[in-house]
Each structure stands twice: as structure tokens, then as C-alpha cells.
């Protein structure tokens, strides 16, 4: 099965990344601890052994190129769409879809506790499930993937609400898609989750 992976990020400034989080501890502070998660996730997957699967970076700005171009040459670099996340997302699997993926997990690149593993165990999920999602605590998900052709699973979803999974699992629902899941992880973007986070990495 062709797989291609998909994982969404931006460059680590201050203002630009973590801004829920910047709000508690500031934009320095936040756009640092986007850094550990983003490199830590991107150095896993390069370790990884992930046959037969294309890894593409996707930029949240065409100004973000050059610079992970520079720092991950191992890597496919490129910028996302112009629209809503929905829209970037139905857009990214498409075009994976079009290159001739059989198989496309998209992830975020900010969720401690997410890894080379869980994007295997995904894509071992849809040689079963046409659809397998990462659920975040906060009532999103980190992690969403399809099996070609894929549908749309992104249509009229409150983005950046606490109904973005629920939204997403009436939806598949109401389209026939049986959804497979991960484990459950924990987003840092409050004052609680980001304790819980240097608190886990303090203590090992």
C-alpha cells in the first residue's frame, strides 16, 4: 500500500506558533515549547523506519519554505492552501489522493506524546478501517486518515471548538464510514495542560 504522511506546522516564532498557550506563558516561552514538540516529533519520524510512505511537511505560510527546506532536505516541503483548516485539509488529501497514495495519515506537530508508533498503528488501522482518527482531550484530534478514494470529512465542522470530534464522527456516520481510533492524548494550549507537560518532562 502507497502511504504518504502528512504532518501540518508552522515555524517556531514567537506570536506565530502556541499562541493559545502564549496568552498564559507568553510568546517566547510558547513558540519554545512548540519547538521541543515539532523537532522532537519531526527527528522521530526521520529515526523511524516508515516504508513506502512519502512524509511531506505542509506550511501553514509559502514564507515557512525555505526555512524547513534548509533544515529537513529529507523531507517533501510545502506550503498549504489558502482557506480554513477544513479546506486545507480536504485539499491536502486530495492532492495525496491525485499523486497516487493509497493510504494518507495527516497529523498535527504539537501533541506531546504523538510519534513514529502511533502514525504506524494508523496506517495499519486503514488496511481495515476506511478512516482512523487520533482523538485529542479537548474534543479535537491530533491525528486523521483515510484510505483512498477518501471522502470529505471536513465539511461544516466548528473548527478550534470542543465539537470538532463529535462534529467529525456525526459526520462520518451519517456517510457510511466506520471510524478506527488511537489512543486519546493532551494537547498544551492552557495554563493546566502545559503544567501537566514540563511537569511529565521534569520528572523523566
Same mark, same amino acid.
Not at 53 to 71: G, I, N
Not at 128 to 152: C, F, K, T
Given at each position: 500500500?502507497?502511504?504518504?504522511?502528512?504532518? &501540518?506546522?508552522?515555524?517556531?516564532?514567537?506570536?506565530?506558533?502556541?499562541?493559545? !498557550?502564549?496568552?498564559?506563558?507568553?510568546?517566547?516561552?510558547a513558540a519554545g515549547v512548540y519547538a521541543r514538540?515539532? &523537532?522532537?516529533?519531526? +527527528?522521530?519520524? !526521520?529515526?523511524?523506519? !516508515?516504508?513506502?510512505?512519502?512524509?511531506?511537511?505542509? +506550511?501553514?505560510?509559502?514564507?515557512?519554505? $525555505?526555512?524547513?527546506? @534548509?533544515?529537513?532536505?529529507?523531507?517533501?516541503?510545502?506550503?498549504?492552501?489558502?482557506?480554513?483548516?477544513? %479546506?486545507?485539509?480536504? @485539499? /491536502?488529501?486530495? %492532492?495525496?489522493?491525485?499523486?497516487?497514495?493509497?493510504?494518507?495519515?495527516?497529523?498535527?506537530?504539537?501533541?506531546?506524546?504523538?510519534?513514529?508508533?502511533?502514525?504506524?498503528?494508523?496506517? #495499519? @488501522? +486503514?488496511?481495515?478501517? %476506511?478512516?482512523?482518527?487520533?482523538?485529542?482531550?479537548?474534543?479535537? &484530534?491530533? +491525528?486523521?486518515?483515510?484510505?483512498? $478514494?477518501?471522502?470529505?470529512?471536513? #465539511?461544516?465542522?466548528?473548527?478550534?471548538?470542543?465539537?470538532?470530534?463529535?462534529?467529525?464522527? @456525526? !459526520?462520518?456516520? /451519517?456517510?457510511?464510514?466506520?471510524?478506527?481510533?488511537? $489512543?486519546?492524548?493532551?494537547?498544551?494550549?492552557?495554563?493546566?495542560?502545559?503544567?501537566?507537560?514540563?511537569?511529565?518532562?521534569?520528572?523523566?
Amino acid at each position: 500500500m502507497k502511504r504518504h504522511l502528512i504532518v &501540518y506546522a508552522k515555524r517556531p516564532l514567537p506570536g506565530y506558533a502556541k499562541t493559545r !498557550l502564549g496568552v498564559v506563558i507568553g510568546a517566547e516561552h510558547a513558540a519554545g515549547v512548540y519547538a521541543r514538540l515539532l &523537532y522532537g516529533y519531526l +527527528l522521530d519520524l !526521520l529515526r523511524a523506519d !516508515l516504508r513506502n510512505t512519502c512524509v511531506e511537511l505542509s +506550511l501553514a505560510s509559502p514564507a515557512d519554505v $525555505p526555512f524547513f527546506a @534548509a533544515a529537513f532536505p529529507e523531507l517533501r516541503v510545502r506550503p498549504q492552501i489558502a482557506g480554513d483548516l477544513g %479546506q486545507r485539509m480536504a @485539499a /491536502s488529501f486530495a %492532492q495525496a489522493f491525485t499523486e497516487g497514495a493509497e493510504a494518507v495519515v495527516l497529523t498535527g506537530s504539537d501533541i506531546p506524546g504523538l510519534d513514529s508508533q502511533l502514525v504506524c498503528a494508523a496506517f #495499519d @488501522a +486503514l488496511t481495515e478501517a %476506511q478512516a482512523v482518527i487520533g482523538p485529542a482531550r479537548d474534543g479535537g &484530534y491530533y +491525528l486523521v486518515g483515510m484510505r483512498a $478514494p477518501g471522502v470529505s470529512l471536513f #465539511d461544516g465542522i466548528e473548527w478550534s471548538t470542543e465539537r470538532v470530534l463529535a462534529q467529525t464522527e @456525526a !459526520l462520518a456516520r /451519517s456517510r457510511g464510514i466506520r471510524l478506527a481510533y488511537l $489512543p486519546e492524548l493532551e494537547d498544551v494550549d492552557t495554563e493546566e495542560e502545559y503544567d501537566r507537560w514540563r511537569s511529565a518532562v521534569e520528572n523523566g
